[in-house]
């Protein structure tokens, strides 16, 4: 088993889910069981996916679990242009987390390229 806590990828993903908890703080009490919600949960799985691959045996299910993560980040991509779009985050802030999540993917098919099957 792998200590997810030392891949750098899982520190991204983590540092993006805090960025966009603290987000997603100012959006209207409207959206709290809506987007605030779907935003939240789909940045929290990036880390929380790479963590559960990290507890499984083989390579090829921690890849499984990779490719998870990454289809989460394309959501949380999705959501920020969304939220964007909805004036609920300002453009600069959005450039900035969104560029985030681009290094995050980047990386996260870095390492899924790096896994043997």
């Known amino acids: 088993m792998r200590d997810f806590r030392k891949y750098k990828v899982w520190e991204l993903g983590h540092e993006v889910t805090l960025?966009?908890?603290?987000?997603?703080?100012?959006?209207?009490?409207?959206?709290?069981?809506?987007?605030?919600?779907?935003?939240?949960?789909?940045?929290?799985?990036i880390p929380a996916n790479i963590a559960e691959g990290c507890g499984r045996e083989s390579d090829k299910d921690f890849?499984?679990?990779?490719?998870?993560?990454?289809?989460?980040?394309?959501?949380?991509?999705?959501?920020?242009?969304?939220?964007?779009g909805l004036g609920y985050i300002n453009k600069n802030d959005s450039e900035t987390i969104t560029e985030k999540v681009s290094v995050l993917r980047r990386s996260l098919n870095k390492l899924i390229s790096s896994i043997s099957t």
């Open 19 to 45: 960025v966009i908890y603290e987000l997603t703080a100012s959006f209207p009490d409207s959206e709290r069981f809506g987007l605030t919600n779907q935003l939240r949960r789909a940045s929290s799985s």
């Open 63 to 84: 890849k499984r679990f990779l490719y998870i993560a990454n289809g989460s980040a394309s959501e949380v991509e999705y959501f920020l242009i969304l939220s964007t």
